[in-house]
Nanobody, 124 residues
Framework: QVQLVESGGGLVQVGDSLRLSCAAS????????MGWFRQAPGKEREFAAG????????KYADSVKGRFTISRDNAKNTVYLQMNNLKPEDAAVYYC?????????????????WGQGTQVTVSS
């Protein structure tokens, strides 16, 4: 089992940057593929970015491609989401998630463990 705790959310202006972190504890972190999802009020949770167990392979939603970067440090049991050029539509609660089996999934149902989320608010 894996416990996930996100941090780094906050209130920013349009065009600003923010880096989210997700610290994992429990079972070996490198056994899990990691993802970042987000959920805005009244909307379904959606995939933002994913990263392979080694960190070599990444995947992004079209809406964040070129602005967001996912990375991980297996020695620190942490996954990051660097968000640049933030837009009002990026405002949401951001969740990190761990996927034990499978590859490169963007589906919520393929992820086994979830953090509690961190709020990102983008002010114009």
């Amino acid at each position: 089992q894996v416990q996930l705790v996100e941090s780094g959310g906050g209130l920013v202006q349009v065009g600003d940057s923010l880096r989210l972190s997700c610290a994992a504890s429990g079972r070996a972190f490198s056994d899990y593929r990691m993802g970042w999802f987000r959920q805005a009020p009244g909307k379904e949770r959606e995939f933002a970015a994913g990263i392979s167990r080694s960190g070599v392979n990444t995947k992004y939603a079209d809406s964040v491609k070129g602005r967001f970067t996912i990375s991980r440090d297996n020695a620190k049991n942490t996954v990051y989401l660097q968000m640049n050029n933030l837009k009002p539509e990026d405002a949401a609660v951001y969740y990190c998630a761990a996927q034990r089996f499978g590859t490169n999934s963007s589906r919520v149902t393929d992820y086994d463990y979830w953090g509690q989320g961190t709020q990102v608010t983008v002010s114009s």
